[in-house]
């Protein structure tokens, strides 16, 4: 299953993001699942094609809150590819599928949280998710890598034990600020890490730059800027 998360604006090239995994991958679902756009019209023109599903409940939670929604409401996929709206796949990501890692991030990054600490309310809501599961909290010092835009592949077997892990319990998970979402760029790194898959190792295009910022182009994807807030 691919999960697309639309916050839409008319530049999005949605329609050529879900055109692209058809063309790829003809016989995987697509999930699309809104998040609260001022028009979702875009919506009908996509569920007219046969492999999408339009979940029924916008999301207000950033992408991994439509990945939340995903795995939950389709619990039994062998594999969930999160990818934005505004990337567009160029090559079939069979190799990773089938491959030995049952994670793997788009693009990693690696970081320190202290480093991340000048945005407001980085480190109180770092501090916060990972309690009372069974990760392990870095230190504020140590080297971690990260999902750049949590764009990433995770298979089942993984996706049950990080549900079951405690960290997407109803009354522990919240994500409500943008801040909060670039924390979960590196909480993803971080998890995957403990699971068995480190980010430097397990990705598609290797590591992120900042040449282009928020443009990429690699020979499985290209991820397009939109300048959305």
């Known amino acids: 299953m691919f999960v697309v998360p639309c916050k839409y604006i008319p530049a999005s090239p949605v329609r050529e993001c879900v055109d692209s995994i058809v063309k790829h991958h003809p016989d995987q679902k ?3 699942v809104d998040s609260f756009s001022d028009d979702d019209s875009y919506l009908k023109e996509l569920e007219s094609i046969p492999q999408v ?6 999301n207000s939670q950033y992408p991994v809150g439509a990945w939340l929604k995903a795995v939950r409401s389709y619990p039994d996929e062998d594999f969930y590819v999160l990818v934005h709206d505004s990337c567009v796949i160029n090559s079939p990501l069979t190799k990773f599928i089938e491959g030995e890692g049952e ?4 693009k990693y990054f690696w970081d320190r949280i202290q480093a991340s600490g000048y945005m407001g309310g ?3 809501y770092y501090d916060s998710i990972l309690d009372n599961t069974k990760y392990r909290k870095p230190d504020y010092h140590e080297k971690i890598y ?3 835009y949590q764009m990433f592949l995770m298979k089942n077997p993984m996706v049950k034990r990080v549900l079951d892990s405690g960290v997407f319990d109803d009354d522990h998970f919240y994500l409500e600020t943008k801040v909060q979402d670039n924390v979960w760029e590196r909480l993803l790194g971080i998890i995957m890490s403990q699971e068995g898959c480190c980010p430097s190792k397990y990705n598609l295009s290797g590591i992120h730059n900042n ?3 928020h443009e990429m182009d690699t020979e499985y994807y290209t991820k397009f800027s939109l300048d959305r807030r």
């Open 122 to 124: 980085f480190i109180p």
């Open 211 to 213: 040449t282009g910022l």
């Open 53 to 58: 599903i339009i979940h029924d409940e916008k």
């Open 30 to 32: 697509i999930l699309v």
């Open 146 to 148: 990260g999902a750049s």
């Open 103 to 106: 994670s793997y991030v788009f």
